[in-house]
């Protein structure tokens, strides 16, 4: 089945401790997003790419990071920087950045 | 203020009823307009898209787009309690360099319970 997958579904992270979100497509999208999901603040961009090896900052990088090293790939990494990192965060990917996103199920962090 | 305005509920309608959710916006350079639901600790997943004013119909779902009040709704036909669950509205404006659609905006969701 195409979709996206997103690995995995509940992780936990210490103290100055940096983890890895997996986000797999097998849609061929070009263009890949992350989110942040918050109660009461709706969804937010924290890192985007429209194409393999390049990838721009969203409102709200600062403690994150990504690479999009293939097409299929856009993992997230959320550094020790990020001082309140529990939220649910989710992958999405487009055709192009023109059509409408797909959204993976979600990764839920949270802070031990 | 929001650039997106949503109503967070939770709306309770028996079964069989018809839904209307709705979202305003202050942004008259949206252009592209979204309605996405989301069951309890998954995904969005898109129901409906539309780039210009007027009704869009799938199944028991209608999307409604009033560009001269900037506002939007999403009606559901015939309430299940399937349908119970958070629905987005998300929007995107052309970007003025590209002219390919910029980052989606979205609102907070509005939580629907729809009981037997």
């Known amino acids: 089945d195409g979709g996206i997958t997103q690995s995995p579904k509940y992780l936990f992270r210490k103290e100055g401790q940096n983890v890895t979100l997996s986000c797999e497509q097998n849609?061929?999208?070009?263009?890949m997003y992350w989110y942040r999901q918050d109660p009461g603040q709706g969804l937010r961009l924290i890192y985007y790419?429209?194409?393999?090896?390049?990838?721009q900052k969203g409102d709200i990088a600062e403690g994150y990071s990504v690479s999009r090293e293939k097409k299929e790939s856009f993992p997230l990494t959320v550094t020790s920087a990020q001082k309140n990192p529990t939220a649910f965060y989710l992958c999405?990917?487009?055709?192009?950045?023109?059509?409408?996103?797909?959204f993976g199920d979600g990764t839920r962090l949270s802070i031990l | 203020q929001k650039e997106v305005e949503q109503d967070p509920g939770p709306l309770s309608v028996p079964e069989g009823a018809i839904v209307s959710l709705n979202c305003t916006y202050s942004?008259?350079?949206?252009?592209?307009f979204m309605w996405y639901r989301q069951y309890s600790r998954k995904g969005p997943e898109l129901l409906m898209y539309?780039?210009?004013?007027g009704n869009k119909e799938d199944g028991r779902f209608t999307a409604q787009v009033d560009k001269s009040s900037k506002y939007i709704s999403l009606f559901i036909r015939d309430s299940q309690p399937s349908d119970s669950a958070t629905y987005l509205c998300?929007?995107?404006?052309?970007?003025?360099?590209?002219?390919?659609?910029?980052?989606?905006?979205f609102g907070t969701g509005t939580r629907l319970q729809v009981t037997l």
């Open positions: 999405a990917s487009s055709i192009d950045s023109n059509q409408p996103q797909h």
């Open positions: 849609l061929n999208h070009d263009a």
């Open positions: 790419s429209q194409i393999v090896n390049d990838f």
């Open positions: 942004n008259s350079a949206f252009q592209y």
């Open positions: 539309t780039y210009s004013s």
């Open positions: 998300a929007m995107s404006r052309p970007n003025i360099n590209t002219g390919t659609a910029s980052k989606l905006t």
